[in-house]
């Protein structure tokens, strides 16, 4: 039904545009990766902080998470009626959220461990990490909003965000090769803490920053502002759960994403405890022969994943590889110092095959949510939506690495600081094994469940659209009781 209606020329998005709005999400692509897979080792491994107070800071964050996401939500869509409106509604967060990351790196990677207590470190530490999580919240959860604002044509959305997607997929894999690689480096000696925060603060913030701020100016927001401004409403927010198409959507987000958050906490405690004494081409195994096979294949089957979308369903790219995924994880889980270390790349290779469409389809779905939410509501609801799947990604994440540091903690893990060497005992190791696996198993469980109860396609969002535009031109009154109880049953569906 919507190949035959033609995309309008307002709705159309420039080739240059798309590019300039996918470069962006280096930093939405990056970042999350690098804390996930670095900070909580940087902390335990680096600085010398406790496990499970390691952990319960990034629990903190998420406290204050919740106070300011749903409210930049809100903020973000009122913007445009007023007088900066004129710069757009995302974008002065985009180029302020930007400019901020370099300071934000600057100060959380700071080599605190001369500090004289555990409390100075922690202090210390939850500053820095809520500092930087605001700075991330101020432009992610507007430039999450663009992935439904571009444009009011969902092929075109398609298309902007599957650009969005190449390069989002591009700073993970870059985010999880390069910081495990330069950590290596840091805890063998090879390199000083002083090129390592560098390389932190100033590679990886000048490639996050900088295309940030190059968006600000160039992409457009092309839907409809609403006239009348809207007043931030915490129980508005948490409705937003209450619609089933963007609830089942946020729990196949939270669930894929929760995994790579675990496997990243974990990647380095498993290679240097796990695989200790395992060797590959002559060398202690590193980081790198875990990470890279994953990220390389996965990145290599988003475009196969974007082709089955087209040919079938968005739900059934996402969920075609989870059973792979989930395979890779006990696969690693059960490696045995005795196994040929071979086996270690191939594993992570089988895990990364059903990576891509899990990694990828959440983000082609949420402004799909957006329009369902549009249908029921009378308004866009963007900004509190972006807000809340935000705060839903970074709470997770906060739970997962918690969970890793309690649990770590409470089977004897010994925090260390740079330069000394601590052989952990064989609990820890152990508990390492299980959350590899079996967390995964069950997680992988809940995303499939999810992504079946999710019921949106391209042809019920044609006419959702439809609908939309009918109801914007203030023409709900003039649909015939077909097309009244069409949408009725769409409602009922979807929303």
Known sequence: MDNEQPIRQEDKIPTGEKIAYGAADLFG???????????????????GIDAALAGTIFLLSKIWDAVIDPMLGSVSDNLGRTKFGKFGRRKPFMLIGGLLI???????????????????????????YLFYCSVASFSQVPFMSMSSDISSDYRERNKANFVKLIFSAASGGVCFLLPTVLMDQLKAQAITQTTFYLAIVFG???VFTVP???????VNERTPIPTEREKFSLKEWLNSFKISSYKYHILMYIFAFLCIDIISALALYYVQDV??????????????????????????????????????????????GLPLYALGAILLASYQPSWPSIL?????????????????MPWLIFPDTVDVAEMKLGYRPTGAFSGAMTFARTLSTAVAIQLVGLILSFTGYKSSTLGTTVIQPDSAVLAIRIMMGVSVVILLSAAYYASVKYTVTDSKLARVRYFNDRARCGENALLTAEEQQEKDKLLKELA
Do not use: D, W
Not at 109 to 122: D, E, R, T, V, Y
């Open 344 to 360: 270690i790349p191939i594993f992570s290779f089988v895990m990364g095959t059903g990576l891509g469409g899990a990694q990828m």
């Open 204 to 206: 990886f913030g000048i």
């Open 102 to 128: 370099i300071p934000a790196y600057a100060l959380l990677f700071a080599p605190i461990q001369g500090l004289p207590s555990q409390g100075a470190k922690m202090a210390y530490a939850v500053f820095a």
């Open 212 to 218: 940030l701020v190059i968006a600000a100016f160039i």
């Open 275 to 320: 695989l200790r004494g395992v060797e590959l081409f002559g060398k202690q195994i590193g980081s790198i022969f875990v990470i890279a096979p994953m990220m390389v294949v996965a990145a290599c089957m988003i475009p196969v994943s974007y082709i089955l979308m087209h040919k079938r369903s968005k739900q059934l790219a996402y969920r075609i």
């Open 29 to 47: 692509g990056g970042h999350n990766t690098i804390l996930s897979i670095i900070l909580l080792y940087f902390f335990t491994s680096v600085i």
